[in-house]
């Protein structure tokens, strides 16, 4: 089933119409394609079946100057969209495309794009790369939409030093004073054994809720009466899981706190 020169879009559309074997023996007949081409429309085919639709193929066709991609994984089960995201992602640098994609998946956003534009309510809060977003947020509402976040509310009470609500002291790198919020990433809290001298913040807390992820355990710790956090660790052999109710310690970096004035 070759491609006729001016017939690609017809074509294109008799191939869909085609059992899901037919569709794959027409793009390597056509011997234009590679096998990373191929390889993404029958990931596509497996999932979509006959609704496919032509403009999800087009693209290996047609090779447009500028790409949309709205939602373009949104119907596939979670396992294959992470192996399409990687397919995309790989002929799209092949082919040197210039793609807009609209998504509300985060992690599709980080894995997949260069620029990243996070956008609310028709006006752009940041526009950066995956680090300048994550690491560095402009604002709470995109430390709260990119990742995962806890958020500490309380004030800033001078140059480094946050107190929440419920009494917390809390070293940062924050300045200013008034009304605010600290946002911690789950990751980026330790789990310790014992105090340690230099550690920025070392807090005692009690674990209310355990979330076993498999590679990942997410713990609930509360802190105090008003805060409590959460904390990523790695599900390691050496490291062992507290149990629910155990008294831990948590410690985290003065950089580590990312803090936003009301």
Known sequence: LPLGAGMHGEITAYHLQLPREQIGVGFVANGNEDAGEINLFLLLCRERGPNLHARHAAVIVFQPDVLLLDEPLSNLDAKLRQDVRVEIRELQRKLRLTTVMVTHDQEEALTMADRLVVMSEGRIR???????????PAERFVADFVGRSTFIDGRMEGPGRFVSAGGLVVACEGAGT??????LRPERVVLMNAAVPAMDNSLPGAVEFISYLGAQVDLHVRLSPKERIIVQIQNRPEQPLPAFGEQVRLGWSKSTGRVFLS
């Not at 008034?178 to 946002?183: H, M």
């Open 126 to 136: 940041q526009i950066g790369s995956q680090q300048d977003l994550y690491d560095r």
């Open 178 to 183: 008034g009304s605010a919020s600290l946002a």
